[in-house]
């Protein structure tokens, strides 16, 4: 059944060109387990075949991946924790996974919205915490384009080589999945680590900065 709903996908973008990519990007930014793998690596293909521009991919797919993550922060801020911990096993966000996406915003804030484009699950639901947070949507906005922006620039680059050299993929978007992920697994688990590193320093400065308060008034 997956395997034909992804083909499904695949095709939708290629028949409905840049509006393909900016509405697959959308609701896979919503809490519909939509991979973006399976949305940027082909158009990204096509653009080397002269039906889409390499940055018209990376742009647009940024743009849906923000316009679908805005749409969950609102309606996640407008309705709220109750309603969404009741209800959200209807809509593919069971209890379990709405409580990974808030610890993650309760503890990387802003900067794991932005880290939070490059991993699987917590991408897709990212925004409803924060929406539930309040937090200022100014930041949630630019943490979630900048991140969208590298994230789709990273599957654009890759669709081209790992396609450029085996279009057959095209035809087996399981198997293309699998490729993406084999090929992405060092980078992801390079974002990871950054953000650890980001959030160790960030602790440190702040106890450091504790430290030196009373040594200043004194």
Do not use: C
């Amino acid at each position: 059944m997956f395997h034909s709903l992804f083909a499904t996908w695949m095709q939708f973008v290629h028949d409905q060109g840049y509006v393909g990519v900016f509405l697959m990007m959308a609701l896979g930014s919503t809490v519909f387990p939509l991979p973006s793998e399976l949305v940027v690596p082909p158009a990204a293909y096509w653009a080397t075949q002269g039906r889409f521009s390499f940055w018209g991919v990376v742009l647009v797919a940024t743009a849906g991946s923000w316009f679908g993550a805005a749409v969950s922060y609102w309606v996640a801020r407008a309705v709220g924790r109750p309603l969404i911990l009741r209800y959200g096993r209807y809509v593919f966000l069971p209890e379990k996974k709405w409580e990974l996406a808030e610890a993650w915003i309760n503890r990387y804030s802003v900067v794991g919205v932005f880290f939070a484009r490059w991993l699987p699950v917590v991408r897709h639901v990212v925004s409803l915490p924060a929406g539930v947070a309040r937090m200022k949507f100014v930041p949630f906005s630019l943490s979630t384009i900048l991140g969208s922006l590298a994230w789709s620039w990273v599957l654009a680059r890759f669709g081209q080589e790992v396609l450029g050299s085996d279009p057959r993929l095209l035809s087996d978007p399981d198997a293309l999945v699998r490729a993406l992920k084999a090929k992405l697994a060092w980078l992801v688990a390079g974002a990871v680590v950054t953000l650890v590193a980001y959030v160790a320093v960030d602790m440190v400065g702040r106890r450091w900065r504790r430290a030196d308060a009373p040594d200043a008034g004194s």
